[in-house]
């Protein structure tokens, strides 16, 4: 079956970096466009980032561009985001997810396989 799961979470001051990962298995990791949502406590899931099935588009939400990075290692199947200068309203639960590579965009139904999520917390 189809496991995305993601790991580089943990507790940083505002102003650093982390750089969470998410490692793809059960699916044609290449045929898949990727992405990271967040969810903050009370709050609804959010779209973070996407990138396409080869890498050849990104996109982000405003409140991150600029300082966070997607990219994917399609021999490896695994998506990372590298996130900078983190400031505490980034806390959020962050996930992984999987949109077949015709879905393009960042709605939320457009991903079809969703990970556990790693937590991460930025303090003031």
């Known amino acids: 079956q189809v496991q995305l799961v993601e790991s580089g979470g943990g507790l940083v001051q505002a102003g650093g970096s982390l750089r969470l990962s998410c490692a793809a298995s059960?699916?044609?990791?290449?045929?898949?466009?990727m992405g990271w949502f967040r969810q903050a406590p009370g709050k609804e899931r959010e779209f973070v980032s996407y990138i396409t099935w080869i890498g050849s588009r990104t996109d982000y939400d405003d409140s991150v561009k600029g300082r966070f990075t997607i990219s994917r290692d399609n021999a490896k199947n695994t998506v990372a985001l590298q996130m900078n200068s983190l400031k505490p309203e980034d806390t959020a639960l962050y996930y992984c997810?999987?949109?077949?590579?015709?879905?393009?965009?960042?709605?939320?139904?457009?991903?079809?396989?969703w990970g556990q999520g790693t937590q991460v917390t930025v303090s003031s």
């Open positions: 059960g699916l044609t990791f290449s045929n898949f466009n």
């Open positions: 997810a999987a949109a077949p590579r015709l879905r393009i965009g960042r709605a939320t139904n457009n991903f079809a396989y």
